[in-house]
């Protein structure tokens, strides 16, 4: 029409950048899942990525950590794990016997470093599956997911051995502040790293801690990390001097206010796997092989189905020759 002509003669097209004319540029996630794979396929070698990688690694999970709750919601089917502590290559058996990511949905139930020789690799690859496959994977804080437990344990030497800085240290002990402290699944199974505190009744008062901080040396938070469960009544002290130890009765009034079937936690070192206690209503999972590579244990997982139907998978430590022989101290930059 006349009036659809004049509008137009008076429209300054020359001001419109020709860019802007062409199709919008892929969304930045998609370029970020390109760099997560490559991530995921050199740690998979047990190879670490640069520290540049590391930082933005970290800036990403924390992203996504920080909107997960407390009580993080969980749905079936899920395989839950115990303990890692930096044993990659049992890391990498374990995935093997419980299906790869993200084929398999994982709840790791912290312990991720110290100890063993690859910690950086281990918590490293996990993040990076973490940010990859955020609504697959799913982490949540153990007791050694700590500053100060990880400068005695391992952690932090390893960090500044393989990196020849604490940064890399700073960066995933920034990510342990956001970890989530429990998990639920399917409104029945709680997970949690250590066990009960006297000082929590109802998940409502796990929802409400302030979790982003060092683990304290006492309190709600430390408990659910540091507690252990023990055949007496009631509760007792810990000989690990942090926690407590509590019996088949606090766990029995825990469940049942909260309407929970299972608690599943780890933190204790169990020969055969696993170790299920009062009633089948508290399992300790262990998934650490050979712990320490000299304890000669086996290790363990736990598969969920679709109905919480519980199977327990074991397995052994990855062969010899699937092992690696643990990184030396690379030369530092000013003597090359």
């Known amino acids: 029409s006349k009036a659809t002509v004049s509008v137009l003669n008076c429209c300054d097209f020359s001001s419109i950048r020709r860019d802007s004319l062409l199709p919008p540029p892929p969304p930045l996630d998609m370029a970020s899942n390109s760099d997560l794979d490559k991530h995921i396929e050199k740690l ?3 190879e670490i990525i640069k520290e540049a990688d590391v930082k933005s690694l970290c800036k990403k999970a924390k992203e996504i950590l920080v909107d997960e709750p407390n009580v993080q919601v969980v749905y079936s089917p899920i395989t839950i794990v115990g303990d890692i502590h930096g044993q990659f290559y049992d890391l990498k058996e374990l995935l093997r016997v419980g299906g790869d990511v993200p084929d398999t949905n994982y709840l790791f139930m912290g312990d991720f470093v110290d100890r063993g020789f690859y910690s950086v690799e281990t918590f490293l690859l996990l993040l990076a599956l973490k940010a990859r496959y955020p609504d697959r994977v799913q982490l949540i804080r153990g007791n050694h997911e700590s500053r100060q437990i990880t400068q005695v344990y391992g952690f932090y030497d390893e960090c500044l051995r393989k990196y020849g800085s604490v940064n890399v240290w700073r960066y995933c002990t920034e990510v342990f502040d956001h970890l989530a402290l429990s998990a639920l699944v399917e409104n029945k199974v709680l997970t949690v790293h250590g066990g009960l505190s006297p000082a929590i009744n109802s998940l409502d008062q796990i929802r409400t801690i302030d979790r982003k901080q060092e683990v304290p040396h006492d309190g709600a938070m430390c408990d659910l990390l540091w507690s252990d469960p023990e055949d007496i009544d009631g509760w007792g002290l810990s000989p690990r001097g942090a926690g407590y130890l509590f019996g088949g009765d606090v766990v029995h009034q825990f469940n049942t206010h909260n309407k929970i079937e ?7 070192l169990v020969m055969e796997g696993y170790k299920s206690m009062f009633n089948d209503t508290l399992v ?3 998934s650490a092989p050979n712990y320490c590579y000299r304890c000669g244990n086996v290790a363990s997982i736990l598969e969920l189905d679709e109905h919480l139907q519980r199977n327990y998978k074991i ?12 990184a030396k101290k690379p030369t530092p930059d000013y003597f090359l």
């Open 44 to 46: 998979k070698k047990c």
């Open 315 to 326: 397995f052994e430590a990855a062969p010899q020759e699937a092992r690696g022989i643990p």
């Open 284 to 286: 300790t999972v262990w």
């Open 262 to 268: 299972l608690i599943t936690r780890s933190h204790q």
